[in-house]
T-cell receptor, first 111, second 112 residues
Framework: DGGITQSPKYLFRKEGQNVTLSCEQN?????MYWYRQDPGQGLRLIYY???????QKGDIAEGYSVSREKKESFPLTVTSAQKNPTAFYLC??????????FGQGTRLTVV | QKEVEQNSGPLSVPEGAIASLNCTYS??????FFWYRQYSGKSPELIMS????GDKEDGRFTAQLNKASQYVSLLIRDSQPSDSATYLC????????????FGTGTRLKVLA
């Protein structure tokens, strides 16, 4: 069953803590993306990767880090430097200039 | 100037009417354009893709692209209450490595 799996669905972070959001795909797509969505807002690009072992900053990369060691995996770490991390995080993949496919999202809340 | 701009709405239309959603983009080199629908708390799902100037129809949906004006639109005919959602315009920017850029979305309300 092909698709994109994000985990966990809900995540709670304490102040000053780093947390990692998982994104795994079995679509064999080269490109992977992380977006952040705040209530009533659109999707803002955090990081993206076109190939393994390479990634670029998006518009709001500060306070986040990523890795792309395997084609199927693109984890996002929300570091303590991200002062307002409460949001809905979406991972997406694409191949060439075709549609992007999304995971189910992770809702992160600071407690 | 934002890379992809949409009116945030809400756009309210009566059931059965035509809803018209608009989007402008800044990268003149963009070749690929998409409309996604997003229900509250859910992931976006693809409605239409369009790559050439003109109209593309799929059921009740029509996407329109005008590259000279850097403008893409989505028409929803015979709007239904189930169409009430946020509609996101997405553009692939091609300067350097290409990347998906989304607009802020337009919230559509179809009134029964």
């Amino acid at each position: 069953d092909g698709g994109i799996t994000q985990s966990p669905k809900y995540l709670f972070r304490k102040e000053g803590q780093n947390v990692t959001l998982s994104c795994e795909q079995n679509l064999n797509h080269d490109a992977m993306y992380w977006y952040r969505q705040d209530p009533g807002q659109g999707l803002r690009l955090i990081y993206y990767s076109q190939i393994v072992n390479d990634f670029q900053k998006g518009d709001i990369a500060e306070g986040y880090s990523v890795s792309r060691e395997k084609k199927e995996s693109f984890p996002l770490t929300v570091t303590s430097a991200q002062k307002n991390p409460t949001a809905f995080y979406l991972c997406a993949t694409s191949e060439g200039e075709t549609e992007a496919f999304f995971g189910q999202g992770t809702r992160l809340t600071v407690v | 100037q934002k890379e992809v701009e949409q009116n945030s709405g809400p756009l309210s239309v009566p059931e059965g009417a035509i809803a018209s959603l608009n989007c402008t983009y800044s990268d003149r080199g963009s070749q690929s354009f998409f409309w996604y629908r997003q229900y509250s708390g859910k992931s976006p799902e693809l409605i239409m893709s369009i790559y050439s100037n003109g109209d593309k129809e799929d059921g009740r949906f029509t996407a329109q692209l005008n590259k000279a004006s850097q403008y893409v639109s989505l028409l929803i005919r015979d709007s239904q209450p189930s169409d009430s959602a946020t509609y996101l315009c997405a553009v692939i920017h091609t300067s350097g490595t290409y990347k998906y850029i989304f607009g802020t979305g337009t919230r559509l309300k179809v009134l029964a």
